[in-house]
């Protein structure tokens, strides 16, 4: 991995212990006093190079101030506990998990780039959600296997879901949990897509054949994955479908390892302009500049994530070795803003049981 947050980014989710304590009457202004500041909040896997950055500044006239609030969960609660006295003009990270949330609690103003992309168009949330929230960049959150590790071991590698509950597969699955991680949450979301009424007894199956829980995806990936940190005994484990590329050892030509492409959930990510804004143009005209080629162009080796542009080209690597699912699990966010807490109440008492 070249650093601590590189699949982060679909980052997301989780929160689900958002920290909520304190924050009710507590927001700070935006700071934007001067209309040529953005204050931009986003979740913490903010990562667009410093000179994407500057040439926008230089070219619009606005200095961007980004603000990390947490994960795509606390950026979205964070916003919905201080609408009162926003706590940025802009906001950039929450994703199809949270984004009926905020819209539902009428924390954004609507507006739609004239520059929207027409590949972006089936990523808009439904409803007036559509005007509230723009598209920005999406990503598969999948289950990675450690081809080399399946090659020794003589052994073939699982596929799909069912794949993971079967006695070859037995000790071998680490995934980071649902009440802690955004990518696990994307994995209970995949199950629950996939199983329907049946994903409890989908995930007793999977504990009941050894599936290890960790806290975070870098426990997961760094510690327990074989080909991840180096000294881990479980060859799969759940990551993006951006993963292998980066497993590509010095010198070769192609990844060790694998993402299954039948067990992703998509995410998707979006930027919108905060109700209330000290600066609503600056706002704006931050949502266009995500738009833009340049930024478009920088989100997967940045943010390891594809742009909503189909236009943008991809880095040679991913083209080839990061393919997302062609039939992806897909809830609708409405569904999942009414049912996740539930759901994740459901989750934790099967594991901890």
């Known amino acids: 991995m070249r650093s601590s947050r590189p699949f982060h980014v679909l980052a997301g989710l989780l929160a689900l212990g958002v920290a909520t304590t304190g924050l009710a009457g507590c927001g700070s202004s935006s700071g934007s006093t001067d209309s040529h500041t953005i204050v931009v909040a986003t979740h913490d896997s903010w990562a667009m190079p410093k000179q994407v950055i500057a040439d926008f500044e230089k070219q619009s006239g606005y200095t961007v101030k980004i603000e990390e609030q947490g ?21 950039y990270g929450i994703d199809n998990t949270f984004a009926s949330r905020a819209v539902d ?3 954004l103003d609507p ?8 590949s972006a168009k089936r990523y808009l949330l439904p409803g007036s959600g559509a005007h ?3 598209p920005v960049d999406y990503g598969d959150v999948c289950v990675n296997v450690d081809d080399v590790w399946f090659r020794q071991h003589h052994l073939a590698e699982p596929r799909t879901l069912d794949d993971l ?16 991680s955004s990518p696990g949450l994307a994995f209970l979301a995949a199950t629950i ?9 989908y995930w007793k199956a999977l504990l009941a054949n050894g599936t290890k829980i960790d806290s975070g995806w870098d426990q997961a990936w760094n510690a327990d994955y074989t080909a991840g940190g180096g000294k881990g005994t479980r060859p799969i484990v759940l990551s993006y479908s951006s993963s292998p590329p980066d497993t590509i050892p010095k010198g070769a030509t192609r990844p060790t390892t694998s993402a299954l492409l039948d067990t992703c959930f998509r995410q998707v990510e979006y930027a919108g302009v905060v109700r209330g804004a000290d600066n609503p143009r600056g706002a704006r005209a931050f949502v266009d500049f995500m738009l833009s080629r340049p930024a478009q ?14 236009s943008v080209p991809l880095p040679a690597q991913w083209a080839k070795w990061a393919t997302v699912s062609p ?12 049912k996740r807490a539930q759901w994740l109440r459901e989750w934790r008492d099967l594991v901890s049981g």
């Not at 507006?111 to 027409?118: E, H, R, W």
């Not at 897509?193 to 007894?201: E, P």
């Not at 039939?327 to 009414?338: A, D, L, N």
């Open 297 to 310: 162009r920088s989100m997967p080796e940045s943010m390891y994530v594809y742009p909503v542009d189909k």
């Open 327 to 338: 039939k992806p699990w897909v809830i609708s966010p409405s569904e999942i803003t009414q």
């Open 71 to 91: 994960d795509a969960g606390e950026l979205t609660n964070k916003l919905v506990l201080t609408k009162d006295s926003p706590i940025a003009d802009a906001v």
């Open 132 to 134: 509230d929230l723009t």
């Open 193 to 201: 897509a996939a199983k329907g009424d049946h994903w409890q007894s």
């Open 105 to 107: 609690a009428g924390v």
């Open 111 to 118: 507006y739609t780039p004239k520059s929207l992309p027409a």
């Open 165 to 180: 509950t079967k006695p070859a597969y037995k000790n071998l699955f680490v995934t980071p949990a649902a009440t802690t």
